[in-house]
């Protein structure tokens, strides 16, 4: 009924459908000036019921049960405190494999997934004879770009890094789930420190966010991301200019380094490459939103 004013669901509203259990979620968010409030609905609702899409598709009219409807609001009063839905579900999808998250871990963001794409692009531009290819992934976090690179190059052994424990140990249970384990390396140091190489890729999203910029990051990023995930020091370039020379050091000939950079910062990556006698040879890959996202260098052969 287009136009209609939908109750708000309350801990008492227990006729709703999961259609208009949906709809008055929507109306909502959208009131609390949340951003995307039609797919965050269907999400809660989804997990509340655990329904996938189809499923909920085809049982519009089911109503809810007082224990869906508890655990909905409970989920929805979380959304409208600004906890992101990745946070609320404990997982998110990245590279269309689902990725378990824990505090310690960033949500893999879709821009991210430009980091991957270059990554890939560059690889199969270059054939490796006479041994399996070998990945590193500085900062990996929930393992999101380490493991969706090893699905795609099945041959690949790779290592994640991280200062996090807990993070490394939500990687490790991602590699399992995703049957990436026995591919897959995951070590505590910082940034490249404890690697030897050569590796034919090192890729990084390190934390690139100014520290006198976090303040003003969304209640979703500021409060529900780690620090240690974005703070990138006083000009945001601390990660880079540690990690730059270290991957550059462990590079196979011919390899390559793929990080991403943070709005405006592609430019100045690209100088501390070539401070370091990195190739910069390939344009910055841009994201979906026009954003330059993935800057690349390689190691020249001697
Ligand atoms: N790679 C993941 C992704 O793209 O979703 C996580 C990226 S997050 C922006 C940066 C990661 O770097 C965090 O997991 C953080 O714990 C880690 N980190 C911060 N400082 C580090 C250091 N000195 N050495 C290694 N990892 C570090
Ligand atoms: N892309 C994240 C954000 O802007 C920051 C992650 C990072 O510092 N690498 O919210």
Redesign the pocket.
């Known amino acids: 009924m287009p136009g209609r004013v939908v109750p708000l669901a309350t801990n008492s509203d227990s006729g709703h459908s999961i259609e208009s259990a949906r709809r008055a979620l929507t109306v909502r968010l959208q009131a609390a000036g949340i951003e995307e409030p039609s797919l965050d609905a269907r999400l809660l609702v989804g997990a509340a019921l655990e329904l996938d899409l189809t499923a909920m598709m085809t049982q519009v009219a089911r109503q809810l049960t007082p224990e869906e409807t508890t655990r909905l609001e409970a989920y929805a009063q979380r959304r409208l405190a600004h906890e992101p839905v990745a946070r609320i579900l404990g997982a998110r999808e990245f590279w269309g494999m689902p990725f378990r998250l824990s505090e310690a871990t ?1 949500v893999p ?1 879709p ?1 991210t997934e430009t980091v991957v794409e270059l990554a890939l692009d560059i690889f199969r531009e270059r054939t490796i004879s006479g041994r399996r290819p070998r990945i590193a992934d500085i900062g990996t976090g929930s393992g999101a770009i380490l493991l969706a690179l090893l699905h795609e190059i099945p041959d690949a052994f790779g290592v994640g890094t991280d200062v996090s424990l807990t993070a490394l140990n939500t990687a490790r249970d991602n590699a399992e789930a995703l049957g990436l384990a026995d591919r897959a390396g995951f070590v505590a140091c910082s940034y490249a420190a404890a690697l030897r190489g050569p590796f034919d890729l090192i890729v990084s ?5 100014p520290s006198g910029e976090i303040p003003k ?1 969304s209640i979703e ?1 500021r409060e529900h ?1 780690p620090r240690l ?2 703070d ?1 020091g006083n000009d945001g370039y601390d990660a880079y200019r540690a990690l730059i020379p270290q991957a550059t050091e462990r590079l196979a000939p011919g390899g390559a380094l793929i990080v ?1 950079a ?1 709005q405006g910062q592609a430019r100045d990556i690209e100088t501390l490459m070539v401070a370091a006698a990195l190739s910069v040879d390939r344009p910055a890959k841009a994201d979906l939103g026009g954003i330059l996202r993935a800057v690349s260098g390689r190691k020249m052969p001697p």
């Open positions: 960033l963001r821009d999203n390190p934390p690139y966010i990051l990023v991301d995930a974005l990138g991403e943070g």
